[in-house]
């Protein structure tokens, strides 16, 4: 099995996602927009990750090659291929499929909740009634055509969304490390401003021991939903499930 993601800045990888990948018994390739544009053939890739960074989906003036991944990822979801999106990630997936995305009324940097929406569907993924998960954020999105909203937040009415059966997109980090925390901390020191929903640097390393544990273990029931997901029937079109 083979297993792509998408990265955008050095600064943002898979963290706990690598080791669950590996373990699962997949080859892992890359394309990091930063180096090179060069994307995969979608007929060799059984899931795709598109991770997180700090440029909106919507700078292809400054970013040229987001055009190229936006069509790259409709290619993925109408083929059917397991896909995950993480804060850009799941932008980039939501734009792709022709929503909008825009700033959020405020910023959510730090450790705040996130509420699973009650949903009356087997096929969807069910999140814990409420988690305390890691955001780093200032835009937000409208739902794709046809995709479930999955989790919200008090700062922001779209944290996920599901569509179909085999794509999911999370406004918040579920592969958060002590590590990955600090990196992100240490590049983008500058957006912790004092507001409602932006902790301190200080509140936010110091919960990263306690509370990245839990969440990398949702990521793990996440990416696990995904795979068997591509072991049943083929999904529907990208406006299934």
Request: proline share 7%.
């Amino acid at each position: 099995m083979h297993a792509h993601y998408l990265q955008h800045v050095p600064f943002e990888g898979l963290g706990s996602i690598e080791p669950w990948l590996t373990g699962a018994g997949y080859v892992i390739t890359d394309t990091r927009f930063f180096e090179s544009t060069r994307l995969p053939d979608l007929n060799d890739i059984d899931f795709l990750v598109v991770m997180g960074g700090p440029m909106s989906v919507n700078d292809e003036d400054e970013f040229p090659w987001l055009a190229q991944e936006k069509q790259f990822i409709r290619s993925a979801v109408e083929a059917g291929k397991p896909a995950l999106g993480i804060c850009l990630g799941a932008q980039l997936i939501a734009s792709a499929m022709g929503a909008r995305v825009y700033p959020n009324h405020c910023k959510e940097i730090g450790w705040f909740p996130v509420h699973a929406v009650p949903i009356d569907n087997p096929a969807c993924f069910r999140f814990p009634a409420v988690i305390e998960a890691f955001h780093w954020h200032g835009e937000t999105f409208d739902l794709p055509a046809g995709s479930i909203r999955l989790a919200q937040s008090d700062a922001c009415k779209n944290q996920a969304f599901q569509l179909g059966k085999r794509v999911i997109g999370l406004q918040f980090h579920l592969e958060t490390t002590p590590e990955s925390a600090r990196e992100l901390v240490e590049h983008c020191r500058a957006e912790l401003s004092s507001a409602q929903y932006v902790q301190s640097e200080t509140a936010i390393l110091t919960a990263a021991d306690e509370k990245c544990p839990p969440i990398n273990d949702l990521m793990i029931e996440v990416l696990s939903f995904l795979r068997d997901s591509a072991a049943g029937p083929h999904a529907e079109g990208p406006h299934g499930g």
